[in-house]
């Protein structure tokens, strides 16, 4: 549940593909790590999802400079195929994110609660970019 008190930020992005298959790419690790970072200069080498009530999740993103990196972890509270995540993040924030399904084509709409270390516009272009970054990937696959 996304708590009161704390600036949400919303993202979304549409997607050509099948509702199934957005939630294939989005939560299975062997996907995760080629999609998972906001810019080029970044990735993701490794992804661990344990996808039920509980299950934890951890990906690592790294400069691939090798000059910065940082693990985004966190415990899903709440889950429903093809549909919802919502999750807990390490840090005590809460994200939801929702699959809307249509005619092979899925809107992603992520609700996220703000960190207080970077201005709402960085965390809002951070999440949008991996967003589309997720879209470029989705749409190949």
Do not use: C
């Not at 299950?55 to 093809?82: C, H, P, Q, R, V």
Request: hydrophobic share 35%.
């Amino acid at each position: 549940m996304i708590s009161k008190g704390k600036e949400k930020i919303v993202v979304d992005v549409s997607i050509n593909k099948s509702n199934e298959k957005v939630w294939e790419l989005w939560t299975s690790p062997e996907h995760i790590i080629n999609w998972y970072f906001a810019s080029d200069d970044w990735h993701a080498p490794r992804a661990e999802n344990d996808l039920k009530i509980g299950g934890k999740f951890s990906i690592s993103m790294e400069a691939k400079d090798g000059s910065m990196g940082f693990d985004f972890s966190g415990t899903y509270t709440k889950l429903n195929k093809n549909k919802l995540l919502v999750y807990q993040l390490d840090d005590g924030r809460d994200v939801r994110i929702e699959f809307k399904g249509d005619d092979g084509k899925t809107t992603i709409r992520q609700i996220f609660e703000a960190e207080e270390t970077h201005t709402i516009d960085q965390q809002k272009s951070g999440w949008q970019a991996i967003l589309i970054n997720f879209k470029k990937y989705a749409e190949m696959h």
